[in-house]
């Protein structure tokens, strides 16, 4: 399968138009249609309905075996771009919202003393398009962040030859209200709380707290963003109970507090993602934020 059909082919899937996959890629509208055609004519199959214009259960298929191909294709190049690259001062860090704890941003500011000439650039970004940018060589290094047993490494997009590398680990707290009748415990278990009303949010997805304990955890507010001053804020308001990393907490918002999570035993871990790293600037600082 040409990888050019291929990204045709998840172009008209995603905008559900041939028109608007035409704009986006450059083509003439006649061209996607005949692309289409082709990858249809390898496979020996109908991928796309036209009207309305929607995947076909062969479609369906092939649009979750294409992303990760493409992504795999994108990466290959950007690693060997990058294995040939002159290492430059100018560097862009690519890391997930609760990723640049206390103990990262301290580290990257010693990295930045240490190389006067060291530009950096930072992108807060999801956790799947930090492994993403990383691997296509749209970030020099990533930084991402979890829900994790301690000492084990985080469930991360397999984009292809990367190295994860631990950077640190924290206690998780469960977050509530001041006022809470559970607000005073010394600590609390995940199983004793799984018919209270949660936070849906990146931050905190509910799916992983079940993966863990098992059903419940019924939504109590569904929150698209990845600011925790305004998680805190809901969760003061009674919107709903979250997890949070200690140090997100702490001082941050006297009407909501932070009670150690006991059960089960979890902690919230960064890792530092990067490709192969020639000698220079970027290897350094890959050095000093891995600690």
């Known amino acids: 399968m040409d990888p050019h059909l291929l990204t045709t082919f998840v172009t008209v899937a995603r905008h559900g138009s041939f028109s608007a996959a035409a704009a986006e890629l450059g083509y003439t509208q006649s061209a996607v249609s005949q692309q289409i055609a082709a990858l249809e004519s390898d496979l020996g199959l109908p991928l796309l309905l036209r ?23 994108r990466a290959a190049r950007a ?46 970004c999801g956790r799947d398009q930090a492994v993403a940018m990383v691997a296509e060589g749209q970030a020099d290094l990533g930084l991402a962040d979890g829900l994790a047993a301690p000492s084990d490494p985080l469930r991360l997009l ?29 600590a609390l278990g995940l199983a004793d709380l799984a018919d209270a009303r949660w936070l849906q949010t990146p931050l905190c997805p509910l799916a992983r707290l079940r993966d ?35 140090s997100a907490v702490s001082g941050e918002a006297p009407a ?29 600082l890959a050095a000093v934020l891995s600690g």
């Open 51 to 73: 009207r309305p214009v929607e995947p076909t259960e062969a479609g369906r298929r092939l649009l979750e075996h294409a992303g990760p191909l493409l992504l795999r294709l």
């Open 79 to 124: 690693d060997v771009l990058r294995a040939a690259a002159r290492p430059g001062h100018r560097l862009r860090l690519a890391a997930t919202p609760l990723a640049v704890n206390p103990v990262v941003a301290a580290r990257l500011a010693r990295a930045r003393a240490g190389n006067p000439r060291l530009e950096v650039s930072l992108h807060t």
């Open 158 to 186: 397999d984009a292809g030859p990367m190295a994860a590398v631990g950077v640190s680990e924290e206690e998780l707290v469960v977050v509530l209200p001041a006022g809470h009748p559970l607000a005073g415990r010394a």
């Open 212 to 246: 863990l304990v098992g059903d419940g955890f019924p939504v109590g507010l569904d929150y698209h963003g990845d600011n925790v001053h305004t998680v805190l804020n809901l969760v003061a308001a009674d919107h709903g109970l979250t997890l949070l990393p200690a």
């Open 256 to 284: 909501a507090c932070g009670v150690p999570l006991a059960a089960p035993r979890l902690v919230h871990r960064v890792e530092l993602l990067h490709g192969a790293l020639p000698p220079g600037p970027a290897a350094d």
